[in-house]
């Protein structure tokens, strides 16, 4: 019975992380090489990642991209893993963000 409950609770624990970092049906996660500090350069690479997995992409400015007829709000998270610095790019679905503007 504890070892059940053990199992129960570590994959509660994992869903949860998961969902906290993001890994959510219809969200975008991209990994990309390098850092970059200039953001054209970053929505550049972006957009050049999704058209490598054959996705219609177009900018459309303040962070927001139309990718394959959907809006997609873009956020960036960088994730400490010890001595490392780790970034994460995720592409959310607009209508799923509650507290940006209506634009």
Same mark, same amino acid.
Do not use: H
């Given at each position: 019975?504890?070892?059940?409950?053990?199992?129960?609770?570590?994959?509660?624990?994992?869903?949860?992380?998961?969902?906290?970092?993001?890994?959510?049906?219809?969200?975008?996660?991209?990994?990309? /090489?390098? +850092?970059?500090?200039? #953001?054209? $350069?970053?929505?550049?690479?972006?957009?050049?990642? =999704?058209? @490598?997995?054959?996705?219609?992409?177009?900018?459309?400015?303040?962070?927001?991209?139309?990718? /394959?007829? +959907?809006?997609?709000? #873009?956020? $960036?998270?960088?994730?400490?893993?010890?001595?490392? =610095?780790? @970034?994460?790019?995720?592409?959310?679905?607009?209508?799923?963000?509650?507290?940006?503007?209506?634009?």
């Amino acid at each position: 019975m504890q070892i059940v409950l053990f199992l129960a609770i570590i994959g509660l624990c994992l869903f949860g992380f998961n969902w906290l970092m993001g890994y959510r049906k219809d969200y975008i996660t991209i990994d990309l /090489d390098e +850092r970059y500090m200039d #953001f054209g $350069e970053y929505v550049k690479a972006i957009q050049d990642e =999704l058209v @490598k997995q054959g996705r219609e992409v177009s900018y459309k400015g303040n962070r927001k991209f139309i990718i /394959d007829g +959907r809006s997609y709000i #873009f956020i $960036e998270r960088n994730i400490s893993m010890g001595a490392f =610095l780790y @970034k994460e790019q995720f592409l959310n679905p607009k209508n799923d963000i509650q507290c940006f503007s209506k634009n």
